[in-house]
Each structure stands twice: as C-alpha cells, then as structure tokens.
Nanobody, 127 residues
C-alpha cells in the first residue's frame, strides 16, 4: 500500500502561482509512476502530468505546457506541481496518484491505471 497526501492548494488571483506537494508513504519503493489529475465542478477527472518515479522522465498534458512543471524527490519522497499564470479555468480539486505497476509503454494519462490516490487539495483561482 502507498498513501498519498496532497498539500499546497488555496485561493489565488488570476495570473498567480501555486506549488502543490504530494507526500508519499508506505511501500513507496514499489512506485512505478506518480501523476497529477484534477477535477473541476461538473467535469471529468483530467490528466495533468505524470512522472516515471525511477527514471524521472515526465509527461505533461498539452494544456499545461509552459505553465505547469512537475518534479519529484525520490528520497523524501515528494511529487510537486508548480503552477504559474493560473486562470479561473484552473479551479479544481487537484489529486495526486501513484501506480506500482509498469505501464509497458508511455506514461499513462488514464486515471484507471493508477491504483493509489490522495484525498485532493482545492485550488481556486479568482478573476
């Protein structure tokens, strides 16, 4: 089992920045990949970014390129999501997820590929 706890959410004005953290505990040595998703009110869960925990390569959704960056610290272990130039459309609950199973291909953007989830942290961007 892997436990995930997100932090760093809050209220920010348009154009502002936030840095989300996801702290992992438990059997973290089994982690293959970690990812960030979000769910806005009335919308489906949306992929943001994923990282191969051991190799460090990452994948970002097209809509965040240039605004969001994802990074990790294997030693702690912590996954971060740095978000810049936020807009009201970024308002959502942001979730951290992890998979202990190798994907056998590119880092997955599918929620069902990740077996562990945090409780989420709310990000609200005011106009």
């Amino acid at each position: 089992q892997v436990q995930l706890v997100e932090s760093g959410g809050g209220l920010v004005q348009t154009g502002g920045s936030l840095r989300l953290s996801c702290t992992a505990s438990g059997r973290t040595f089994t982690t293959y990949a970690m990812a960030w998703f979000r769910r806005a009110p009335g919308k489906e869960r949306e992929f943001i970014a994923a990282v191969n925990w051991r190799r460090g390569n990452s994948r970002l959704a097209d809509f965040v390129t240039g605004r969001f960056t994802v990074s990790r610290d294997n030693a702690k272990p912590v996954l971060w999501l740095e978000m810049n130039n936020l807009t009201p459309e970024d308002t959502a609950v942001y979730y951290c997820a992890a998979s202990s199973l190798a994907f056998g291909g590119p880092l997955s953007s599918l929620p069902e590929k990740y077996g562990y989830w945090g409780q989420g942290t709310q990000v609200t961007v005011s106009s």
